[in-house]
């Protein structure tokens, strides 16, 4: 995010850090404490320096959440593979990478947002504009199926992702699916005929087998829509 600088801190330590470091020491932290336990104070102490060092290259603790979710963004998006020939495949490959990303540091699936703002979202985005534009879809169907994808693969991780880090260290996720599914059993079968009977299946879903169903029935959609033909 851009920003104006203040005066930079006493010893030269603003010279000796860089952004990037201090959004790389703060995904560490996050992973660690999550996103209430981290603190600039614990974040200097990690990084050997004082707190005003990292006011010189950061704002608050907002924007540093921010960065350092589209840090981890941005190394799903290179360690996705880049399949140029087929971009359907293209597609699933690079959304499956984010998803896991995201499920790796759960803290970052809510600070990547829509649309757009950071660069690693904005590569993301134009990465799989770029790829979409490779399927025959109309040209003027490009920019709606692409941020429908985008929005997709972020918001639905962040769905599927978030509620886990919301539960705390006292209630596991198959603890709180359990208890789920014991409130469903209870509801009344004429009103919630396929609640009350796909408890077994809340129990015992995946999240991402959940959310690769879902990606595979968009881009079946998008296969089905887009011109077949190599385009031009």
């Known amino acids: 995010m851009p920003r104006t600088r203040g005066r930079a801190p006493s010893g030269g330590r603003a010279d000796a850090l860089s952004r990037e470091m201090i959004v790389s020491a703060a995904v560490m932290l996050l992973d660690e404490h999550g996103e209430r ?29 921010a960065l350092a979710a589209d840090q981890v963004l ?24 984010v998803f896991d990303a995201l ?38 169907r490009h920019f709606a199926v692409s941020t429908a994808i985008s929005y997709y693969i972020t918001g639905v991780s962040a769905q599927i992702i978030t509620p886990h880090t919301n539960l705390g260290a006292t209630t ?15 509801l009344d079968p004429a009103d919630y005929p396929f609640l009350t009977r796909t408890t077994t299946d809340l129990r015992d879903h995946h999240d991402r087998d959940q959310f690769i169903t ?18 031009t």
């Open 37 to 65: 336990g981290l603190t600039f104070r614990l974040l200097a102490k990690q990084l050997n320096t004082g707190p005003g060092a990292l006011y010189w290259h950061v704002a608050n603790k907002d924007e540093l959440v």
């Open 74 to 97: 941005g190394h799903a998006f290179a360690a996705a593979p880049r399949l140029e020939d087929d971009a359907s495949a293209g597609l699933r490959a690079l959304a499956i990478a």
């Open 103 to 140: 499920d790796r540091h759960p803290w970052a699936a809510s600070h990547v947002t829509a649309p757009a703002t950071l660069a690693n979202a904005l590569r993301l985005l134009d990465r799989i504009g770029t790829l979409v534009a490779r399927t025959g879809l109309p040209t003027e």
């Open 172 to 186: 596991s996720r198959d603890a709180y699916l359990t208890q789920t599914a014991d409130r469903w059993e209870e």
């Open 214 to 231: 879902g990606l595979d029935l968009l881009l079946d959609g998008l296969n089905k829509t887009a011109d077949p033909r190599t385009p």
